[in-house]
């Protein structure tokens, strides 16, 4: 064991921040702008998580790699468990002065892991996944867990009020441990707003997101079905990968079946996400519950109108009638009403939209607003703490 004081963070101070998450597609695509300033300010990044095809891109960007073997399904307590002394193991081998993590397994299981190490660990609320959602027992052990994993952490990050509020509420976390971040962020350079598409006459409404249940896939293709029987020329289309290792997972053969049948076009999956928003009137978001979602965020960064679920995360982004429409949950209805009544508006109120929506992402979501939070919570940690690291 080795004692380490108080260190007083500045220019010429270089930390070893390992970040955690399910995937490694999803550091890449979401957290880029964050490791990028990290390893500018200094420091060297270590990403853990499953490997995937996204793994050159962030040795590209001057991160090491190391790949985490973890189910994606819901909770085993034999894997679990296996998780805990793989991420413990690595930990140790790897000593970094503090640890980033994302994701719902990730969360809890590398806080227990880096608990025994002395290791500060900042965790990030992205979303509360299937076991929330679920209720009953299930989502009585996922609070179990949390409270367990998240006692005596410093910071805590949530990407929306309400996520914030229901940690609180059930004293999973303390006020001075939670701390609430626009998602993300958005590089707005990056996602520029764009003209508005043409022919109103056939509309175009992209959703993008993972093939899930959860995701609101279900209901957009229904409501897709009802608006299209109404007005035959207007647009649907999925954008998003179809992830079998979820438990709600849509299979492909219904999704080419929706196809077929004339009520979406299935797009795939993509690198960059900016043609199909530019190409689009309006994107559309019914999930369950979010974090903060990205897409929206995305979209809006771009100028274009959002339709999205009255849920936490979603309404975080979507000002009602400002800067798009929010309808009821699980309600294919609703949605279908929220896009005609949008397929009604003058071209000119539909641009309107997506201006403010701009405006509401350069205002409130600007990535520069989380890097400057991570600064922060790594400045709290290492210039008011004594920790202990082991050797």
């Known amino acids: 064991m080795a004692l380490r004081g108080t260190l007083h963070l500045g220019p010429n101070l270089s930390m070893h921040i390992l970040i955690t998450v399910n995937a490694a597609w999803n550091v890449l695509n979401f957290r ?4 990028a300033e990290m390893i500018l300010d200094g420091h060297s990044v270590t990403v853990l998580a ?27 307590p034999l894997q679990d468990v296996k998780l805990i002394r793989c991420m413990r193991k690595i930990f140790r081998i790897e000593r970094p002065d503090v640890i980033f993590s994302f994701t719902i397994k990730n969360n809890i299981f590398g806080a227990l892991a880096a608990r025994r190490l002395g290791i500060p660990f900042i965790p990030n609320v992205t979303g509360l996944g299937t076991a929330f959602l679920s209720g009953g027992f299930l989502k009585l052990i996922a609070v179990g867990l949390y409270r367990y994993a998240f006692r005596n952490l410093r910071v805590i990050f949530f ?57 609101g896939v279900f209901e957009f293709v229904a409501a897709a079905r009802k608006v299209k029987s109404n007005y035959p020329l207007a647009r649907f289309q999925l954008l998003g990968a179809v992830d079998a290792a979820n438990r709600t997972a849509i299979d492909f053969a219904t999704v080419m079946s929706w196809e077929e049948d004339g009520i ?50 979603c309404r975080s982004v979507v000002e009602d009638g400002e800067t798009g429409f929010l309808c009821k949950v699980q309600d ?29 992402m350069a205002t409130s979501f600007d990535q520069g607003i989380v890097i400057q939070a991570y600064r922060d919570a790594l400045h709290l940690i290492f210039t008011l703490e004594k920790y202990r690291v082991v050797q």
């Open 50 to 76: 499953p490997r995937d095809d996204s793994v050159a891109a962030l040795e590209s960007l001057g991160c090491k790699f190391l790949p985490l073997k973890m189910s994606l399904k819901g909770l085993n």
């Open 159 to 215: 990407q929306n009020q309400d996520d914030r509020k229901l940690f609180l509420t059930r004293k999973i976390v303390t006020a001075q441990q939670a701390r609430l971040l626009p998602g993300s962020g958005i590089d707005l350079n990056h996602f520029i707003a764009t003209d508005y598409a043409e022919n109103k006459n056939a509309p175009v409404f992209l959703m993008i997101a993972r093939l899930l249940r959860d995701k």
């Open 264 to 313: 979406i076009e299935y797009l795939g999956t993509t690198d960059d996400v900016r043609p199909y928003i530019a190409a689009a009137h309006c994107v559309v978001l019914p999930s369950y519950r979010e974090g903060a979602p990205r897409t929206l965020i995305e979209a809006a960064s771009m100028a274009r109108p959002l339709i999205a679920t009255d849920v936490p995360g």
């Open 32 to 35: 880029h702008g964050l490791v």
């Open 332 to 360: 294919d209805d609703d949605l279908a009403r929220c896009i005609e009544t949008f397929m009604a508006l003058p071209s000119a109120e539909m641009a309107r939209l997506g201006r403010a929506g701009r405006a509401k």
